[in-house]
């Protein structure tokens, strides 16, 4: 990895590569070349970084075939009027991708509940007092938790959450 710093804006990038064209900030075309990959204080402040915090994605849905969940990248493929739904696994090949039902595709929330299970859209959590549903909420593009005995709430407001099912195999728990 090479750390590369504009002197006209004072932006640090990082590449593989050798060389670098440019600022990918200001677009000046004069980086030095760091031989420290921290960026270093400068005149008794500190430089701010640019950090870019990634989440998984990645998607789960049930199996056509036999009714299993398969987790992975989402994939929507076919000729108009006849697409089908795939999730192809972390490990496998597009050659390796299992139809789903598209009904039962949920997205990773980037979550775990309280004893490390991934929770997905369509999980059904409870936080020891209530019950609810996660959704994803597009007009507050987040996560949320739908509940009937509060109002919907952003994950986060919700602490020690513990995944107990699934809208497809127990929507009973939402009773």
Same mark, same amino acid.
Not at 60 to 76: A, M, T
Not at 79 to 86: E, G, L, P
Not at 87 to 110: H, K, N, R
């Given at each position: 990895?090479?750390?590369?710093?504009?002197?006209?804006?004072? #932006?640090?990038?990082?590449?593989?590569?050798?060389?670098?064209?440019?600022?990918?900030?200001?677009?000046?075309?004069?980086?030095?070349?760091?031989?420290?990959?921290?960026?270093?204080?400068?005149?008794?402040?500190?430089?701010?970084?640019?950090?870019?915090?990634?989440?998984?994605?990645?998607?789960?849905?049930?199996?056509?075939?036999?009714?299993?969940?398969?987790?992975?990248?989402?994939?929507?493929?076919?000729?108009?009027?006849?697409?089908?739904?795939?999730?192809?696994?972390?490990?496998?090949?597009?050659?390796?991708?299992?139809?789903?039902?598209?009904?039962?595709?949920?997205?990773?929330?980037?979550?775990?509940?309280?004893?490390?299970? $991934?929770?997905? $859209?369509?999980?059904?959590?409870?936080? #020891?007092?209530?019950? #609810?549903?996660?959704?994803?909420?597009?007009?507050?593009?987040?996560?949320?938790?739908?509940?009937?005995?509060?109002?919907?709430?952003?994950?986060?407001?919700?602490?020690?959450?513990?995944?107990?099912?699934?809208?497809? $195999?127990?929507?009973?728990?939402? $009773?």
């Amino acid at each position: 990895m090479n750390r590369y710093k504009c002197h006209a804006c004072g #932006g640090n990038q990082y590449t593989s590569a050798d060389t670098a064209e440019g600022c990918i900030y200001c677009g000046n075309k004069e980086l030095e070349k760091m031989d420290k990959l921290e960026p270093e204080e400068s005149e008794g402040r500190r430089e701010i970084r640019r950090v870019e915090i990634m989440r998984e994605i990645k998607f789960r849905g049930k199996r056509l075939d036999n009714g299993e969940w398969v987790y992975g990248y989402y994939v929507y493929y076919g000729f108009i009027d006849n697409q089908k739904h795939y999730i192809v696994p972390d490990y496998a090949s597009a050659l390796y991708a299992f139809e789903v039902d598209p009904s039962t595709v949920g997205q990773y929330t980037g979550q775990k509940d309280i004893e490390g299970v $991934e929770i997905y $859209e369509g999980d059904i959590v409870t936080n #020891g007092v209530s019950v #609810g549903v996660v959704i994803w909420h597009d007009v507050r593009a987040m996560f949320i938790i739908d509940c009937s005995q509060c109002d919907i709430a952003p994950m986060d407001d919700w602490c020690e959450l513990k995944r107990i099912g699934t809208i497809y $195999e127990n929507p009973e728990l939402l $009773e």
